[in-house]
């Protein structure tokens, strides 16, 4: 097994001149086959760095949740997960690639840490001592683990972890708020694009005089919860939460966040459409914020003709959701959220200082996973 934090930055290689999108940094392929990080087999995850580079010592990893899920399902039998295993197979994505991609989603995550050394010509505003949220995917950041996650059970999102890890010259960090448990902001920033690009799409439709209704599937997640505060707070005149399972309805409806909480398997194209309506459906906007496949037609069928769907899921097939509106003759403009809207990460922390709800939900989710931990 290569091990990418080996490789030293050779400055006087014209083929890795230091790059804004981390270009330098990319180990394979190379040459006319050079990709952008994200796409990268392997990057140099050596701590030295370019000029324009910055240094982050890692204290926590977030681990998106659609690749938790599928490393926790292949590790675990009848329910139970195998923690061990899990934790040895991150350490082998991140020793063998240079970075936390999972090979079978595709997606990574996010981390929390402390500026180490920044790069004479960084333009990110960051200062040795910040503490900081990078809002970049872990799927994209040069990143070494150092040990061997000890402090980690494998049970959780949530990795306590030592470190470094790279941040480009067009990368995106926010410095951590001093009025928050650092996890509890790490866990709003992990999808803080979700609600920053619902609030700009119910925008957009209370611009035009209209109030749209607003179905958010997984409801109860951490995006599903801050995008029906951000749809309500933004116009939306009703919000439906759908849920899979009893105890999440008992908790969406608890919080009082979406006038209606229906039960529904959002796999199910038809049990889901009937599920929204029952609720004052078919949605406008569509926001599908649950980490299993299968979702796309039947969040199709849900939402009404000329409405919008925001597809906020590493789960979702994107071929699956174009050939099936097609196929459903249906007309409706789908969005991809790829995690990025101007001042997301303050509209996220915004509703979860504004919305008691919201931050009810988060610390519960919170204290639920450190209870494990501990246990």
């Known amino acids: 097994m290569s ?3 080996s490789a030293t930055p050779d400055r006087t290689d014209a083929a890795r001149v230091s790059s804004p999108v981390g270009l330098h940094r990319v180990l394979e392929p190379t040459g006319d086959a050079i990709t952008l990080p994200q796409a990268a087999r392997r990057l140099d995850a050596s701590p030295q760095l370019w000029p324009d580079e910055v240094r982050i010592a890692v204290e926590t990893l977030n681990l998106d949740a659609a690749s938790y899920r599928q490393l926790a399902e292949k590790h675990g039998t009848d329910g139970t997960v195998d923690g061990g295993a899990v934790r040895a197979e991150v350490l082998d994505i991140v020793a063998t690639r240079g970075k936390m991609q999972n090979p079978v989603t595709g997606s990574g995550g996010m ?3 402390t500026v180490e050394e920044v790069g004479p010509d960084s333009t990110l505003g960051l200062a040795v001592g910040d503490r900081v949220a990078t809002l970049v995917s872990l799927s994209l950041t040069p990143l070494a683990i150092t040990d061997g996650l ?4 494998g049970l959780s999102e949530q990795v306590p972890a030592e470190g470094h890890a790279i941040l480009f010259g067009r990368s995106i960090a926010a410095t951590l708020p001093t009025d928050l448990d650092p996890h509890l902001a790490l866990m709003v920033m992990d999808v803080c ?10 925008g957009e439709y209370a611009a035009r005089g209209v109030a749209p209704t607003v179905a958010v599937l997984g409801g109860a997640g951490k995006s599903g919860s801050l995008s029906l505060a951000a749809a309500r707070a933004a116009g939306a005149a009703r919000t439906i939460g759908v849920v899979p399972v009893e105890r999440e309805r008992t908790v969406l409806e608890g919080s009082g966040l979406a006038d209606a909480v229906v039960l529904a398997d959002a796999r199910s194209p038809l049990g889901l459409a009937a599920a929204v309506e029952s609720a004052g459906g078919p949605a406008d906007v569509t926001v599908v914020c649950v980490d299993v496949p299968g979702c796309e037609q039947p969040a199709i069928l849900a939402t009404a003709q000329g409405g919008t769907i925001i597809f906020f899921s590493m789960a979702t097939n994107f071929a699956a959701a174009a050939l099936g509106a097609e196929g459903l003759a249906a007309d409706v403009r789908m969005l991809v959220g790829n995690g990025y809207v101007p001042g997301h990460a303050e509209t996220a922390l915004r509703l979860l200082r504004d919305v008691p709800a919201v931050r009810a939900l988060f610390e519960g989710r919170l204290a639920t996973e ?3 931990s501990d246990a």
Not at 150 to 153: M, N
Not at 193 to 202: F, N, Q, T, W, Y
């Open 193 to 202: 694009g979700a609600p920053a690009l619902v609030e700009r799409v119910v």
């Open 3 to 5: 091990d990418p934090t």
């Open 111 to 113: 981390l929390i840490g």
């Open 370 to 372: 450190k209870a494990g």
């Open 150 to 153: 000890a402090r980690w059970d």
